[in-house]
C-alpha cells in the first residue's frame, strides 16, 4: 500500500487539497466516471446488524462530504490495523456508486491506496457540507439522450460505474425497452433493501428437488450467482421454480430483481455470503445480451487433497484433481426418504501425489466417463470421515469437467508428464484390492487394532484386514424382508398368507430375503467378531440371499453346507469399528464395509512395499 511522503507538512497538504477540491462528490453522486479519486476520511463507524462486520465512512472532496460510503468486508483488516483513522487521505481504486432508494445513492468502496496517515495531515481539509444535492441534468432518470448515450459509452470503459439498458427479452415484455436499469453490486445487497437489480453470471444450477412433510408439498431449484464484486446463492420454490428453472442456463448472464434476502444456511453452501436470495411473486430475470466480460466465470478456492485429513467433517471445500478410476454406478435406497439413488465412486488425485474417493449422484454418477482420465474441478464438495477421508457431492456442489483453467492446465501437465506413473497415497477406504498400499487402505492386524484401541474414540475408526472365516453364526443369519424396492424393514407373518411391513404399513402376499451374517474371522496374531450385511455376505457364501433362504426352507442340509463351505475362507476385510452403549453396556461392534477376494498380483505389490519401507527403516 503505497504512502505519499513529502520534504514538509504544507508541501503535503497542499498537494492534497489540489487534488481533493475538484467537485469529486458532485461528479460521482451524478453517474460521471471518476478516474482513482482521492477523498478524506473524517470518520467511521461499524453498522451493526448482519452476519459480517461492516464499517461505514464519512468521507470529504475538500468541497462537500458524504455520510453513505461503504467498506467491502476485504478491507476491514485497514480499519483493525488503524490505518484508515481520522483525516487519512485515500484513493480509490476500485468503486461503485449505486442508488439503494431514489434520492439516495451509496458508494461501496472495493480497493483503496492510503496517500497519507491522519497523522500526518493532522487537520480536515477544505470545509466540506454533508450531502451535496445532485444535478438533474445529470440524473440517472433524465431524458436526455446525448447524456445517456455518453453515459452508455463511459460505461464500457468503466463498467463499475454505470447502469446498463437492458435489450427486449421473451420473458419480459412489459419492460420498457428505453428503460435504464440501475445495477447493484451483489456485495452491497442486504435484507433493507426493497428495490435492487443485480447483473450476474449462473455459475451453478442444482437439479429440481421435491420435499413433503406435514406442512405441504413443493419443489425448489437454486443456483449459484457470481458478478465483479461477489457471489450469492438464489433458491426459487414451487411456481418460480417452473417458470425460471427451464430458462436459467448455466454460465448465462441474467438481470435479477426483487427477490427476498435473508440470511444464508451456510450448511448447504460454500459461499461466502451472509445473505442469500429467495425468489418471489415479483421476482424478474431477463437474460443480458450485452458484453460481459467484465463479470468472471466460475470462481475456486482450491484445496490440495493432502490437506484434506484436516478439515472439519462436513466442511464444503473446492477441489481439484485427475480421475485416475472410477467404479461402476450403484444402485441403493435411502432409509429416510426409500427412495432409489444412483452413485459411483471417483477417484482423484492431484500434484501431492494423494489420491481420495469422491461420490458423484444421479445424473452426474450416470453420465460421468473415466475412460480419458479427466480433470475434475468440484466447488462445495462436502468432507465425510466415512471410511477414511472421503468426499461427496451435495446439490449445491458445482462440478466442471476439464475446466479452461490454469490450475486444470498445470495438473494436465503434470499427470501426462509423470503422475500417472506414481504411486498415489489414497486417504479413502477404497472398494477392491486396488490401492493396498495407500495410506487410506490403514492395514492392521486385529492384535495392532486391539492395542491401538481402534473404535474406542468418538469417531468410528476404518482399518484393512487380510483375514479368514473361522466359524459362522446359523441362527438368525437372515430374515424376511420387505419385497418393496428400497425397503429393507423385517416383515411379520400374518398366518393367513400375507406378510406386513410395519414401516410400509402394508401387507405382501410375498417377501424377500436378506442376509445379516455374524461370524468370526482371524489373522494370525487375533481374531475378531463381525457383522456382515447383504452383498458382502453374499460375496462370502457364494450366492444370492433369495437362493440361500429357498434352501433354508426347502433343504436343511443344503442351507448347512452353503455355510459350512465358507469357512477358513480368505479375504480382504475393509472394516468399520466404534464402541457402542448396549444394554447399558459399551461393546465394540465392528462391521464389514466391503469383502474383496485376494487378487495375488495386488497383494504381492502390497507385501513388497511393506518390505521397502522395513528396509527403510533399518
Known sequence: MGVINSNTHTHMYTLLLNSLLSHIFRK???????????????????????????????????????????????????????????????????????????????????????????????????????????????????????????FQENRQTHPLTGGVISKPSPYASSIDKSAQTQVHPISSLTPYQNKWTIRARVTNKTPIKTWSNSRGEGKLFSMDLLDESGEIRATAFKEACDKFYDMIEINKVYYISKGSLKTANKQYTSIKNDYEITFNDETTVIPCYESVNVIPMLQFNFVPINNLEQVAKDSLVDVIGICKSSSDVQTLTSKSTNKELRKRDIFLVDQSGTEIAVTLWAAEAENFDSSTNPVVALKGVKVSDFSGC????????????????????????????????????????????????????????????????????????????????????????????????????????????????????????????????????????ENQWVTCFQEGAETILKSTANDIGYLKESNEDQFSAIIDDANFSTYIFRLRTKMELYNEESRLKTVVVSVTPINPTEYGKKLLNDIQQMESVL
Open 28 to 150: 460521482i453522486l451524478n453517474k460521471e466516471v471518476v478516474e482513482k479519486p482521492v477523498l478524506q476520511i473524517l470518520s467511521y463507524k461499524q453498522i451493526s446488524g448482519g452476519g459480517n462486520e461492516r464499517f461505514r465512512l464519512l468521507l470529504s472532496d475538500g468541497e462537500a462530504c458524504i455520510q453513505f460510503a461503504m467498506l467491502a468486508t476485504q478491507l476491514n483488516t485497514l480499519i483493525h490495523k488503524g490505518e484508515l483513522e481520522r483525516n487519512t487521505v485515500i484513493c480509490l481504486d476500485k468503486y461503485l456508486c449505486n442508488e439503494v432508494q431514489p434520492g439516495k445513492r451509496v458508494v461501496i468502496i472495493l480497493e483503496l491506496t492510503v496517500l497519507a496517515r491522519g497523522s500526518e495531515v493532522g487537520q480536515k481539509i477544505g470545509n466540506p457540507v454533508v450531502n451535496p444535492g445532485v444535478d438533474p441534468s445529470h440524473s440517472v432518470a433524465s431524458s436526455n439522450a446525448s447524456k445517456m448515450n455518453a
Open 390 to 525: 472421503t468426499l461427496t457431492t451435495v446439490s449445491a456442489t458445482g462440478v466442471q469437467i476439464n475446466p479452461d483453467i490454469k490450475e486444470a492446465h498445470a495438473l494436465r501437465g503434470w499427470y501426462d508428464r509423470e503422475g500417472q506413473h506414481i504411486q498415489t497415497q489414497l486417504i479413502s477406504g477404497k472398494p477392491g484390492a486396488g490401492g493396498m498400499t495407500g495410506a487410506g487402505a490403514n492395514w492392521k492386524t486385529f492384535a495392532q487394532a486391539k492395542a491401538e484401541m481402534l473404535g474406542a474414540g468418538e469417531k468410528a475408526d476404518y482399518y484393512t484386514a487380510k483375514a479368514s472365516v473361522v466359524m459362522i453364526r446359523k441362527e438368525n443369519c437372515m430374515y424376511r424382508a420387505c419385497p418393496r424396492e428400497g425397503c429393507q424393514k423385517k416383515v411379520i407373518d400374518m398366518n393367513n398368507g400375507l406378510y406386513r411391513c410395519e414401516k410400509c404399513q402394508c401387507e405382501y402376499p410375498n417377501y424377500k430375503w436378506r442376509l445379516l451374517l455374524q461370524f468370526n474371522i482371524a489373522d494370525f496374531s
